[in-house]
Antibody, heavy 120, light 110 residues
């Protein structure tokens, strides 16, 4: 069965960087894009970008360009999301989510989420 | 890219039919057949309920259905049950090759 298992909670100071991992199992890792979505406390979902695990190609929304970097290690079926220059409003739960089985325009499997807290 | 517009809250009685709207533009909701809906219970990851505007993944109750008219997509829950109480988010692919979510709708039982 498809599983996405994320790394544990992080506490960071403003200005620092955080790197969250997402280990995939139960499917061919390089066959599906991996997306990252975040959710601030009590707020809605926000799309942060996606990576093609096969080529390493990425696309990010303008809001995060220059501050987010998505990478992958195909040898261990793991995707990573690094966010730099952290601010207090980056405090959120960060999710990885896989492209749909029947098409690339929806997310059918999600990780359990990783809470990142930014506080001085 | 602005978030899609959803009502902040909707409530209903058990057995009732409930509809949640999601309004975007011709650059997202109205321009592509790529609207999806997600259900999220407190403290849990989102769960896919509808994809490609009207399609339902296997395992999702047939009480859930999706539709679209112009730039507004809708999620309808027929025979509302207490277990359906949750937050619901719409999402759409956009002309910028990005994805955008709605602000979310809190669905509660009366």
């Amino acid at each position: 069965q498809v599983q996405l298992v994320q790394s544990g909670a992080e506490v960071k100071k403003p200005g620092a960087s955080v790197k969250v991992s997402c280990k995939a199992s139960g499917y061919t890792f390089t066959g599906y894009y991996m997306h990252w979505v975040r959710q601030a406390p009590g707020q809605g979902l926000e799309w942060m970008g996606r990576i093609n695990p096969n080529s390493g190609g990425t696309n990010y929304p303008q809001k995060f360009q220059g501050r987010v970097t998505m990478t992958r290690d195909t040898s261990i079926s793991t995707a990573y999301m690094e966010l730099s220059s952290l601010r207090s409003d980056d405090t959120a739960v960060y999710y990885c989510a896989r492209d749909g089985e029947l098409g690339p325009y929806y997310l059918d499997y999600w990780g359990q989420g990783t809470l990142v807290t930014v506080s001085s | 890219q602005s978030a899609l517009t959803q009502p902040a809250s909707v409530s209903g009685s058990p057995g009732q039919s409930i509809t949640i709207s999601c309004t975007g533009t011709s650059s997202d909701v109205g321009g592509y057949n790529y609207v999806s809906w997600y259900q999220q219970h407190p403290g849990k990851a989102p769960k896919l309920m509808i994809y490609d505007v009207t399609k339902r993944p296997s395992g999702v109750s047939n009480r859930f259905s999706g539709s679209r008219s112009g730039n507004t997509a809708s999620l309808t829950i027929s025979g509302f049950q207490a277990e359906d109480e949750a937050d619901y988010y719409c999402s759409s692919y956009t002309s910028s090759s990005t994805w955008v979510f709605g602000g979310g709708t809190k669905l509660t039982v009366l």
